[in-house]
């Protein structure tokens, strides 16, 4: 969530004009350059950060009890390590104990001054280090292999303690290249012999360390910095600033997709609704790209690819094509890969407007009942094109199609807000009026401790009927306060993953240059900051942030996994609460809760697709919790070949018992006004002519339309057992009172 923050703007311009920002470090020409940057966004984030006051000097900054205790410099450092070096290999513990003995006393006193000899000093270490490595790492790429020994490495060290000395390094990358040579011999897809793949990997991640400028080099150390308060505040370049620009005007030509670096591959943070990728349905969020093609071309490996440039192979021009080797989320062996081609469009706002369907159902008692299906993608709001007249927004979108599934005669209402990032706080204000009314919907505290109450003047309910609102780990922000405040009112049941995201901060966007000393001109090249200003909290007191919204029924889902959501990332702001605001509160959910969740349990039970939601889970979590691949061919092999046996059984058990769509008739802003509304049909995915004849496609991945969504279904019976039990109660009433 980002606001415009004037008062903030010019309370730290007046803070930051009367610092000192002095001293210059010894390269005179890059200190032009970041020196001043550098000083000014410390101060910003000291003075203008929600945490305020942090000073970086801080000895005890406050943290979660799951995290060590470490002043603020260490902590900036050991982000900066970790940006750096996140497999833990290149730099050893000798590095990381000399850097945090030698900067962490004086770093906050040196950034403030402008000297920034510890971030250059660090890297021009980190750059050796690489330099050194990537010479062994072919030397051990090209020594004969035979995958038949017992051991195994680690999957994931971002929590592993760096090696002790060099000699521990070179075990650690004996066996990490060894992983590597064995995961490109069983890719299914290879791009050259395993021994070439990897040494040009590594000569093209050196290749990318060398090219890094003293500004690049600044940028991460800032980054570092910004993140050490929150994950959500963060310095950006003005080529980020750009990608940022162009990610929000929603009309990037590409396939619709979020990527941030994680582990040296791109990672896919989300899928934008409507554009190519979201219409594909095989890309999902932490996915990760191993190798890019154009069109036929030949695909090119990008692990360890700067991200810029993982971005620049995939846009492209509109109607050209694109082919992406993807190790999905949920794989188990990184050799893994799938093959999605995708078709770059221009991804528009249009396409994440708000959508509806009205589904006739049949309850458990065999009668017929219309439930409404309203999908928001985001909380968007944007004037017209000349900025006068009507405005576009959710809440107005949303009103239309709901009215319309009134005139059809609809007897329930779930919202999804799966995968729902968030958007407009004013938006998902006002939606929440159209189902509570007036009243206050959500409240906010800023680094002073001040809290505000943002109320909604509604006036009446505009739907009354009763509400499922489906959500999982990757509704965020506004659309957690959306679902918050209807389960606060008690107007709604919340059904989904164990709990939301979890992003209960606001961030504001500040221009650097604005806040420099007056007598400096870089500042038109100084990058901006993001920077978290407020925390977020329901109307009954507790924060969504770090915990998100707790769902009222639990359905088993692939996205419900810990390693998605605020507490999976860096320094994420705790957990709080605030006094609570009386509300008036709804019967609609509390006196059935209970009910409906031993029918929902019942169900989920008896559902093959939930099962095998389960099983993929705890296979999943189990793998995590291991954190160990096995070095062994054959050991691997067996268990790719238990993988495509789980698939095939299950593919055919779908064939046996298939699941029967209700019929469903669309309501957008395209056919809400039609006197009738036109038949959902299932959109199943061109078969391709690659299809037939190229090895690289799959047939998982290509049969994806025909899965049914087992989430859905259930949130259907849901709201069936939801609005009869609500009607038996009513018509009880009716008989007593008479």
Known sequence: MILSTKMLSLLLLL????????????????????????????????????????ALSEKNPPRLESEPPETMSERVLRNYFNILDYTHLYFTKGDIDEFIQRFSPTLA?????GDLRAPREIFSRFRQRVEDRVVKNKELAAAPHDFSSSKSVEIDRKKAPWPSDLQESDRLWSDRIEAELLQENLNEHPLNPPTKVVGKRYDQFLKS?????DEDVIKTFLVALSQSYDPHSEYMSPSDMENFNIQMRLSLVGIGAVLRTDDGYAKIVEVVPGGPADKDGRLKPNDRIAAVAQGKESFEDVVDMKLDKVVEKIRGAKGSLVRIQVIPANATDPSKRHVIEITREEVKLKESEAKGEVIDSINPEGKNVKIGWLTIPSFYAEMDKHGEGDSKSTTKDVRRIVERMKKEGIEGLVIDLRRDGGGSLEEAINLTGLFVGSGPVVQAKDANGKVTVAKDGEGDPFYTGPVVVLANRLSASASEIFAAALQDYGRAVIVGDQRSFGKGTVQTLLDVGKFMPLFHDEGSKAGSLKLTIQKFYRVSGGSTQHRGVLSDIVLPSPTDTPEIGESSLPNPLAYDEVDPQPVNKFTFASPFLETLKQRSADRVSKDSEFRYITEDM?????????????LNENVRKEEL??????KEERKKERKLHPVEEPAAYEVTLDTVDKPTLPKVTLKKKPIREKQAKDPDAEEDDADVSKTSDPIRHEAINIIQDLTADIHKLRTAKTAQGG
């Open 15 to 54: 803070l930051l004009v009367s610092s000192r920002i002095g001293a210059s470090p010894t390269n005179e020409t890059a200190s032009r350059d970041m020196a001043p940057v550098a000083a000014t966004v410390a101060r910003m984030l000291e003075q203008g950060h929600y945490l305020h006051p942090l």
């Open 641 to 646: 070949a238990q993988e495509k046996t789980r």
């Open 618 to 630: 705890k296979r999943f979590r189990e793998k995590l919790d291991l954190n160990q691949l096995s």
């Open 109 to 113: 006193s040196d950034i403030l001054h």
């Open 209 to 213: 360390i060398n090219e890094q400028s």
